[in-house]
């Protein structure tokens, strides 16, 4: 069956230090995979887009890695604080123009 | 660029009673608009998909009866829960593509329905 995990539902760290959060699928050929932060009772908003044929993208404080024969991508924070605590979801997109399909979410706690 | 406005934010209403969501796509075309409907701690579902002047595709399982979407303009879809039931007390939220097509999506602020 087609799955799309987030490795943990919370995570907590503390600020300063670099947060991870992956995201595993299975049965899914994605053209690309998003991140995308949420906070509670709002909308998800974009973070970062990578390709299948990416192997990184850098963006600020943020670092996403595709590996479409681990079937796998990390998301990473560096120098986290506060401010980052949110839920942060990963985002299958099999073909531009056509829906996300979601995973549950990871919920990162940055305490200071 | 790329607002997504979605209204009303919350919404309260009887068992019974049809509510209705607006989706307007502010400083774009949204050339597609998604329904996603989540609930606590849970992944945002799709509900329906839509293109401007056709009708919505339905996920499985999703009553397009009961969730009756339509998008008359490029910049506006809306979504109406009829005779809806405590079980549809949810997180509705609206998203779009623009005509790049880069396969971000832009998505509202998201509707909180609760039915009493």
């Known amino acids: 069956s087609q799955k799309i995990e987030q490795n943990s539902e919370a995570l907590n760290i503390q600020e300063g230090k670099t947060a991870t959060l992956t995201c595993n699928y299975t049965n899914y050929s994605p053209a690309y995979l998003q991140w995308y932060r949420q906070d509670p009772g709002r909308g998800p908003v974009f973070l970062l887009l990578?390709?299948?044929?990416?192997k990184e993208k850098r963006k600020e404080r943020l670092k996403v890695t595709f590996d479409t024969t681990l079937k796998q991508s990390l998301f990473h924070i560096t120098a986290s604080q506060p401010a980052d605590s949110a839920t942060y979801l990963c985002?299958?997109?099999?073909?531009?123009?056509?829906?996300?399909?979601f995973g549950k979410g990871t919920t990162l706690s940055v305490s200071s | 660029g790329a607002v997504v406005s979605q209204h009303p934010s919350w919404v309260i209403c009887k068992s019974g009673t049809s509510v209705k969501i607006e989706c307007r796509s502010l400083?774009?075309?949204?050339?597609?608009m998604f329904w996603y409907r989540q609930f606590p701690k849970q992944s945002l579902m799709l509900m329906a998909t839509s293109n401007e002047g056709s009708k919505a595709t339905y996920e499985q399982g999703v009553e397009k009866d009961k969730f009756l979407i339509n998008h008359a303009s490029l910049t506006l879809s809306t979504l109406t829960v009829t005779s809806a039931h405590p079980e549809d007390s949810s997180f509705y939220i609206c998203?779009?593509?623009?005509?790049?097509?880069?396969?971000?999506?832009?998505f509202g602020e998201g509707s909180r329905l609760t039915v009493l």
């Open positions: 990578i390709r299948e044929n990416e």
């Open positions: 400083d774009f075309q949204a050339t597609t």
């Open positions: 985002a299958l997109g099999i073909q531009a123009g056509t829906a996300l399909i």
């Open positions: 998203s779009a593509t623009d005509r790049k097509n880069t396969g971000e999506l832009f």
